[in-house]
């Protein structure tokens, strides 16, 4: 696995196309963290969710897309994490940019059960600032983003991630 | 970090002696120049030559595009994280166009001579449903090489992973006179793309 930094203004003419296993981090709820920008209101599967019922405990919304590879690689992980959460924390997936007919077959072979919404003019992945797929973006239980996990993430570095906000 | 400097310095030599202005700050270019929503080259310089194959192996010239504003790109399919995010940002700028995309050529190069193959590149059009929207050129390494120095692309394998290419990601705006006019990092917003074909188109 690549590492990523965080990359200036100035630099952001640059990429590094490599899967990325380093947090993007600021510290859960300090000066760094931002309002998450509002989630995509079409429903692909599981229930209706938006930010005002998410609010009161951890989230983690994550972007993916049936056409990345890394994505494939990361779902077994996410339904695990999910399956382990219970209440303490609600997962949330954004299909980002993507044709609907291949984002619920891949939804089906993965088996997901949490909710999964699309955003298919990629407009809310803008919005929440997305340089690659998939990317995790964990919020505080106030709708904060507080931290960026860019690349396939694992159920251990999900949970690492959720521990840091409680 | 030293090695993501020179990338970016190859990177502009394109531009040469032409400045960018930031965002929306086409205030440095003349006063009858159009106000991009991209960063704008003041002077806009004469694209490079650009001869290559398709993936249908049929040739494919900027030159043949002139009167359309043409964004240039440079990718690779198996990329796997900002390349799909501008292609998925194009298709979506392609669609906000609606009628005016007629005005509009995406022209992606690609960084991987090894990886990018008539079937690779097919699949990747298929999967962001860009067949038939876009030209993807591909070539042998000698013939990709000489375009990336052209153009001023910064091209490198990592070590520590062979099968990535690290790689300039900015998006070139060709006007339809055939000029560098604009630039547009890889979070560009397809509004920014739609906002400017048709000045580019007409420039």
């Known amino acids: 696995m690549i590492r990523r930094r965080m990359i200036g203004p100035a630099l952001a003419l640059v990429v590094v196309g490599g899967v990325v296993a380093v947090e993007i981090a600021t510290s859960g709820g300090g000066p760094s963290s931002r309002p998450a920008p509002a989630l995509p209101t079409h429903v692909l599967s599981g229930h209706r969710v938006d930010l005002a019922s998410l609010r009161g405990r951890p989230a983690l919304v994550n972007f993916w897309a049936s056409w990345c590879g890394p994505c494939k690689q990361e779902a077994p992980e996410l339904r695990r994490f999910d399956r382990g959460i219970g209440d303490r924390a609600a997962l949330v997936g954004v299909d980002w940019n993507d044709s609907e007919q291949n984002a619920r077959a891949f939804i089906a072979q993965s088996h997901w059960s949490y909710p999964v919404l699309r955003d298919p003019s990629g407009a809310v992945g803008n919005a929440y600032g997305l340089t690659g797929l998939p990317t995790t973006f964990v919020l505080d239980p106030s709708g904060n983003i507080v931290q960026t996990l860019p690349g396939p993430q694992t159920v251990a570095s999900l949970r690492r991630a959720l521990g840091s906000v409680d | ?203």
């Open chain 2, 1 to 203: 970090m030293a090695s993501r400097m020179r990338i970016v310095t190859a990177a502009l030599a394109v531009l040469g002696a032409a400045a960018i202005a930031g965002c929306g700050g086409s205030d440095s270019a003349t006063s009858a120049s159009p106000k991009f929503a991209g960063a704008a080259a003041s002077p806009p310089k004469p694209a490079p030559p650009l001869k290559l194959d398709d993936s249908l192996g049929n040739p494919v010239n900027i030159t043949d595009y002139r009167g359309k504003a043409v964004l240039v790109t440079f990718i690779y399919t198996h990329c796997p994280d900002v390349c799909p995010i501008i292609v998925g940002n194009l298709h979506t700028a392609q669609q906000q166009l609606g009628s005016e995309a007629d005005k509009l050529q995406i022209v992606a190069v690609s960084v991987d001579p090894k990886g990018d193959t008539p079937k690779t590149v097919k699949a990747f059009l298929k999967d962001h449903q860009m067949t038939g929207r876009m030209e993807y050129l591909i070539g042998s390494r000698p013939a990709l090489e000489r375009t990336w120095k052209a153009w001023g692309i910064g091209t490198q394998v990592p070590k520590s992973n062979p099968d990535l290419v690290e790689h300039s990601a900015e998006i070139l705006g060709i006007s339809g006179s055939g000029k560098i006019t604009t630039l547009y990092p890889a979070n560009f917003k397809p509004e920014q793309i739609v906002h400017d074909v048709p000045l580019l188109a007409s420039s």
